[in-house]
């Protein structure tokens, strides 16, 4: 089974994975995390340091983005676009658009046309 949690910074997310992981340990049913999964993948389960472990999955992330990012550039340049011009700060501006990138990974798989 594959759980995705999804909200805004400081919702609470993480605090609900680790509960959902202590009871499902208590059950004795198997439970990780996606980024222990995908650093197990890596080989750098071994990390331990959060700050650390992290960035690392930040970091793993963008590359896999820039493959992307000529396949879907219409796709791309139009959130960019769009968030740019958004109301907030640069900050908020740059969270809604990585959000938005982040949630649509594969425009196609998500019926999002070429822009």
């Known amino acids: ?12 997310k993480t605090t609900l994975a680790k509960k959902m ?4 340990k208590n059950n004795g049913v198997e439970v990780s995390l996606s980024d222990d999964f995908m650093l197990g993948q890596l080989h ?3 990390v331990r340091n959060e700050f650390i472990r992290r960035r690392l999955v930040e970091i ?3 590359a896999v983005w ?3 990012l000529t396949k879907y550039q219409d796709f791309f340049g139009f959130v ?5 011009y958004s109301p907030g700060s640069w900050f908020y ?3 809604r658009i990585r959000n938005v990138i982040a949630k649509n990974k594969n425009p196609r798989k998500n019926n999002i046309s070429k822009w």
């Open 66 to 68: 820039l493959t992307c």
């Open 60 to 62: 793993t992330a963008f």
């Open 44 to 46: 750098l389960g071994w």
């Open 21 to 24: 992981m202590e009871a499902g």
């Open 93 to 95: 501006k740059m969270n």
């Open 80 to 84: 960019v676009r769009e968030g740019k």
């Open 1 to 12: 089974m594959h759980i995705e949690l999804i909200g805004s910074t400081s919702a609470g």
